[in-house]
């Protein structure tokens, strides 16, 4: 099984990766770690990995920022080459506004993550950014979500980026996609390759489950998604089964040639094998 599920999809993707799902415990964090193999192997050598809220959680427990440390250790990423942060730890596995009130605190204005993140990138060459749950949780007490801090990150890659991007960089992925002729891959051994995935614009990737309610799931998410701005790069399977049946593979070929959605068509990057990293 390669160690490098993702193969070179960093290389697509900007300086600052938000990591969303349909929903939780769709593997996120396997994606975020995969993600960090691909930075590694795309020569970031400096990798930062920030969860904004770590629901559920006490003092020492180990979080996602930890597993996501383990899988990318096993997968060959020297433990010197990331840096692992997280902007608040609350105690109930909840959605962070109940679990911030039962645990009596204050949550992190959506400013603080953004100022986090951009702080992590002045001394790092790739920060990816794990969300709670999935696109529509909220994350701090005014109602923004992952989708804003998205878009804020956007804005503030656009700001820096204006008087330095060279002309015709920005090749819409849909058209490079369209010429390639595909969208994804339903070869499950191989990472999708930069040629097939097309060169995406957006540095947002939406994690989905293979299994069934996942084709509903992965649309309603991006049609808010991009309803609300947030430059997609595309969907990830976060956990790709070694044998997967009938429906798995049915699912998988739709996803990797989704209809437009809001105008939009979003490819399938890849997949992340399951028992990958060494889990069950
Ligand atoms: N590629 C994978 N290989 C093996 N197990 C996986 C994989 N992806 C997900 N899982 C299983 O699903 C569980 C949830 O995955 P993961 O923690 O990555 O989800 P998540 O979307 O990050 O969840 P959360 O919303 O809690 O952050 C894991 O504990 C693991 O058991
Ligand atoms: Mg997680």
Do not use: F
């Not at 596995?93 to 002045?122: F, T």
């Not at 794990?130 to 890659?157: F, K, M, N, P, Y």
């Not at 090749?171 to 999708?192: L, M």
Request: aromatic share 2%; hydrophobic share 40%; net charge negative.
């Amino acid at each position: 099984m390669t160690t490098n599920p993702l193969g070179d999809l960093v290389a697509s993707l900007g300086h600052a990766v938000v990591v969303t799902g349909t929903d939780t415990d769709v593997g996120k964090t396997y994606a975020t770690a995969a993600l960090v193999v691909s930075g590694w192997n795309a020569e970031r050598r400096r990798i930062a990995v920030y969860k904004p809220q770590q629901t559920g959680m006490r003092g020492g427990e180990p979080g996602d920022v930890d597993d996501v440390a383990r899988l990318a250790l096993a997968a060959g990423v020297p433990s010197s080459a990331l840096t692992t942060a997280e902007g608040q730890r609350l105690t109930e596995p909840m959605a962070p506004p109940p679990a911030a009130a039962i645990d009596g605190v204050e949550l992190l204005p959506l400013d603080a993550h953004v100022r986090e993140i951009l702080e992590l990138q002045e001394t790092h060459d790739l920060v990816i950014v794990e969300g709670s749950g999935g696109v529509l949780v909220e994350l701090d007490g005014d109602r923004h979500t992952i989708a804003d801090l998205a878009v804020a990150l956007q804005e503030a890659s656009a700001g820096s980026a204006a008087s330095t991007e060279p002309s015709g960089a920005a090749t819409p992925y849909h058209a490079a996609a369209e010429a390639s002729g595909r969208w994804g891959s339903p070869d499950t051994s191989e990472p999708v390759s930069a040629a097939e995935r097309g060169g995406g614009t957006g540095s947002t990737v939406l994690v989905a489950r293979p299994d069934l309610g996942t084709l509903n799931h992965t649309l309603l998410s991006l049609e808010a998604l991009l309803h609300r701005d947030v430059e997609v790069a595309g969907v990830v399977l976060g956990s790709w089964p070694a044998d997967p049946d009938r429906l798995a593979t049915s699912n998988r070929e739709y996803l990797a040639d989704l209809p437009p959605v809001a105008g939009r068509r979003v490819p399938l990057l890849g997949a992340v094998p399951r028992g990958w990293g060494g889990a069950a």
